[in-house]
């Protein structure tokens, strides 16, 4: 009957963990060590178990169970990772407090290995990463040091991961210097992942210099994360370069390097481009081309085309937006131009929420009910764009669209032909009357001219 027994609930275990059932399947895995039919691996998968489930009373008698020197079941270091990655789950201080005296125990005991020191690494870079960090970066980064100390006096070796980890915690403490003696340091342990690390830390520190010279030690290794690592770094650098020089290197290193550009370069280029030919040129003839387009899809009904305009910014840089916007609308009223009448509705998409309205949709950014007024920034480009034009719109603001309809966007290109027209005028005018004046001027000034030459 007992033997009965432990066989049902290691499968109770072990059906529980295959359901995701966490707290269920910590009760079952306490049970089964009340009666000694636990092994090291249920434990394993218990830790990760209580992580998941926010149980941290369960952790820490987990962990009261196998630290003792005598306990049935010995602790490893398999078993002290899981415990440093379990703590760390709770992203406070608390929680970076118990993960370093597991890593504490575990170097007493030698138990510590690169893969412990490295998640101690994770446990105190996601405690200083994050919206809300529980820890100060610098903070983070000193405690990575102390565990790199403690590795070279024990002579546990350092990975690339260890190093990437350290360079990036040093990097959003800002300590630039501290990161590239890192990565000098790491000599040919350190890989790309490394390297696009401390190209990280170049960007976000505003740093192009040191993330060229990072990325030219990087040379053939280098992959498109790095290339647009180095192209964030110009852009947000304050330092007295060319940028768009740098930026055009870079280009040419990628094609040289046989990558294409994706979205995430084109979008930092044309933060360095900012409202420029060459922003416009890359608009024309790189992959944001394809975010403003005329769909063409058949009526099986009435047996007509039905074509859609809609024009993206979500993922844009603000000018690259006013950009694309200023050219749609040249475009349309370029087609009406030529005789090609509008037949459509402008869809206008943002990709982000703003707080919805009782009467659902608004006109003109107006509405009848509440509505918080929170905008995105492409929001605000596209609704300052089309009130500066004078083109009225709606707003169906909770699934960030905006719409022009076919007969707004009519009156628009109509009007605007009309002002292209009085401008031709004015221009032509003013061409004429120069011409006038400069052939009256000739003719008043040049006899006298010649009088006084005589």
């Known amino acids: 009957m007992q033997v009965a027994r432990r066989i049902g609930l290691k499968a109770a275990f072990y059906r529980l963990a295959k359901q995701r059932d966490h707290k269920a399947a910590c009760s079952v895995l306490l049970q089964a060590y009340d009666i000694g ?190 290339f647009n690592t180095v192209i964030q770094a110009i852009a947000r650098s304050e330092q007295q370069i060319d940028r768009v020089a740098r930026a055009q290197e870079v280009r040419a290193l990628i094609c040289q390097a ?66 694309m916007l200023r050219r749609q609308l040249e475009l349309v009223v370029d087609q009406a131009e030529r005789g090609e009448a509008c037949q459509t509705d402008w869809v206008i998409v943002t990709g982000s929420r703003v707080g919805r309205s009782d009467g659902g949709c608004t006109l003109n950014g107006e509405d009848g009910g509440s509505v918080r007024n929170v905008l995105s920034p492409m929001q605000e480009i596209a609704h300052a764009f089309l009130s500066a034009n004078g083109i009225a719109y709606r707003s169906s603001g909770w699934r960030g669209r905006l719409r022009v309809s076919h007969g707004e966007m009519h009156r628009v290109a109509t009007q605007e032909i009309s002002t292209r027209c009085t401008r031709r005028v004015v221009f032509g005018t003013l061409g004429w009357l120069a011409t006038v004046c400069s052939i009256i001027t000739a003719a008043v000034v040049t006899p006298r001219v010649i009088a006084l030459a005589k």
């Open 37 to 226: 039919m636990a092994d090291k691996h249920m434990i394993s998968i218990g830790i990760s178990f209580s992580a998941r489930a926010q149980q941290r009373d369960v952790i820490d008698r987990l962990w009261r169970i196998v630290s003792p020197v005598n306990a049935k079941i010995q602790l490893n270091e398999h078993m002290c990772s899981a415990f440093i990655n379990a703590y760390g789950c709770f992203v406070d201080h608390d929680g970076v407090c118990s993960a370093r005296c597991v890593l504490d125990f575990a170097k007493k005991r030698s138990l510590a290995n690169t893969s412990v020191f490295n998640a101690f690494f994770q446990v105190c870079a996601k405690a200083a990463e994050g919206s809300k960090p529980t820890l100060e970066p610098a903070t983070a980064a000193s405690l990575i040091d102390d565990a790199l100390l403690a590795m070279a006096v024990e002579g546990v070796p350092c990975d690339a991961y260890s190093t990437a980890i350290a360079i990036r915690v040093h990097g959003r403490a800002g300590q630039l210097a501290r990161a590239q003696q890192l990565l000098d340091e790491a000599g040919d342990a350190a890989d790309t992942v490394a390297f696009n690390a401390l190209l990280g830390a170049a960007a976000r520190c505003g740093d192009a210099m040191l993330a060229l010279n990072t990325l030219r030690h990087l040379g053939s290794r280098a992959d498109l994360i790095s």
């Open 258 to 323: 046989g990558l294409a550009e994706d979205q995430v370069t084109q979008t930092s280029l044309l933060a360095i481009y900012g409202d420029s030919p060459i922003a416009e040129e890359l608009l024309e003839t790189g992959e944001c081309s394809s975010r403003s387009l005329w769909d063409s899809t058949s009526d099986q009904t009435n047996e007509t085309q039905v074509r859609r305009l809609q024009t993206d910014l979500r993922r844009l840089t603000r000018p690259s937006a006013a950009i």
